[in-house]
Nanobody, 120 residues
Framework: QVHLVESGGGLVQAGGSLRLSCASS????????MAWYRQAPGKQRELVAD???????NYQDSVKGRFTISRDNAKNTVYLQMNGLKVEDTAVYYC??????????????WGGGTQVTVSS
């Protein structure tokens, strides 16, 4: 099983920047897409950005031009650079890996989340 741990969250003023990291441990046959999701209080979890193994990216419209997702395949790590943060970006951010296990089973692994709070 692959286990994920996020870091880099915190409190920042509007307009500021944060960089989230998601480190993995465990063994897998392959890690396919990596993604960042977020969940604000009282709202459903939503996809922020994802990235394929070859580096193709996809972003939620509200973060385009402000957030950048990247990955290090050698370290099985994914990052989210967040610039121009807005109050509405406040949420718990989760990383997500789509994994092919050693027995060719497909599953998703989630981190425990990191809080991002943007103050006005």
């Amino acid at each position: 099983q692959v286990h994920l741990v996020e870091s880099g969250g915190g409190l920042v003023q509007a307009g500021g920047s944060l960089r989230l990291s998601c480190a993995s441990s465990g063994i897998a046959f392959r890690i396919n897409d990596m993604a960042w999701y977020r969940q604000a209080p009282g709202k459903q979890r939503e996809l922020v950005a994802d990235i394929t193994p070859t580096g193709n990216t996809n972003y939620q419209d509200s973060v385009k031009g402000r957030f950048t997702i990247s990955r290090d395949n050698a370290k099985n790590t994914v990052y989210l650079q967040m610039n121009g943060l807005k109050v509405e970006d406040t949420a718990v951010y989760y990383c997500n890996f789509r994994v092919v296990g050693l027995n060719s089973e497909n599953y998703e692994s989630w981190g425990g989340g990191t809080q991002v709070t943007v103050s006005s």
